[in-house]
Antibody, heavy 119, light 110 residues
Framework: EVQLVESGGGVVQPGESLRLSCAAAGFDFSTDGMTWVRQAPGEGLEWVTS????????DYADSVKGRFTISRDNSENTLYLQMNSLRVDDTALYYCVKFGCGGDCFDYWGQGALVTVSS | QSALTQPASVSGSPGQSITISCTGT?????????VSWYRQFPGKAPKLLIYDVSKRPSGVSDRFSASKSGDTASLTISGLQAEDEADYYC??????????FGGGTKLTVL
């Protein structure tokens, strides 16, 4: 059974940093691309960033480019999201998501880690 | 990248069929067959319903079907059931090598 468990969420002030982790299990982590998707309270889904299976390729939404960094440790089956210069509008539930369907869809989602940016 | 356009809400009675549209541009929905649909219940993570425009993952009911024409994709739920009441999102790959979601549609079963 595929499991994706996020951790590292919390409350921070604007301008501060936070690192999310996602522990993966139940599949060959090193062969699948991974993604972070966020959802602000009461709002819709927003794609944030993706990373290829080996970590050699990354893409970012314009809203986080230059502030967030996605990375992965395939030896530890763990995905990371380093978030710097956090803003109030980064407040959201951050989902760790696995690419599936040959890279064409998001087939498994974690339960999310809540990040609150508030002064 | 602007969000794909979905109706904010749709409704239907049990047994009826409803369709949710998802309108993008020639830079996303219109250019790729990498359109997928997700269902989200309150307080839960989204779940994949449809991928590659019209394919259903194993375990997803055949009451869910989908298609695409030009820049607009559509999800149809037939034989509406009370348990279908949820939020539905479309997503597409884009020419910028990014992904974009629709704004979401709240389905109410009357």
């Amino acid at each position: 059974e595929v499991q994706l468990v996020e951790s590292g969420g919390g409350v921070v002030q604007p301008g501060e940093s936070l690192r999310l982790s996602c522990a993966a299990a139940g599949f060959d982590f090193s062969t699948d691309g991974m993604t972070w998707v966020r959802q602000a309270p009461g709002e819709g889904l927003e794609w944030v960033t993706s990373i290829s299976a080996r970590g050699s390729s990354t893409d970012y939404a314009d809203s986080v480019k230059g502030r967030f960094t996605i990375s992965r440790d395939n030896s530890e089956n763990t995905l990371y999201l380093q978030m710097n210069s956090l803003r109030v509008d980064d407040t959201a539930l951050y989902y760790c998501v696995k690419f599936g369907c040959g890279g064409d869809c998001f087939d498994y989602w974690g339960q999310g880690a809540l990040v609150t940016v508030s002064s | 990248q602007s969000a794909l356009t979905q109706p904010a809400s749709v409704s239907g009675s049990p047994g009826q069929s409803i369709t949710i549209s998802c309108t993008g541009t020639s830079s996303d929905v219109g250019d790729y067959n990498f359109v997928s649909w997700y269902r989200q219940f309150p307080g839960k993570a989204p779940k994949l319903l449809i991928y590659d425009v019209s394919k259903r993952p194993s375990g997803v009911s055949d009451r869910f079907s989908a298609s695409k024409s030009g820049d607009t994709a559509s999800l149809t739920i037939s034989g509406l059931q009370a348990e279908d009441e949820a939020d539905y999102y479309c997503a597409s790959y884009t020419t910028s090598s990014t992904w974009v979601f629709g704004g979401g549609t709240k389905l109410t079963v009357l």
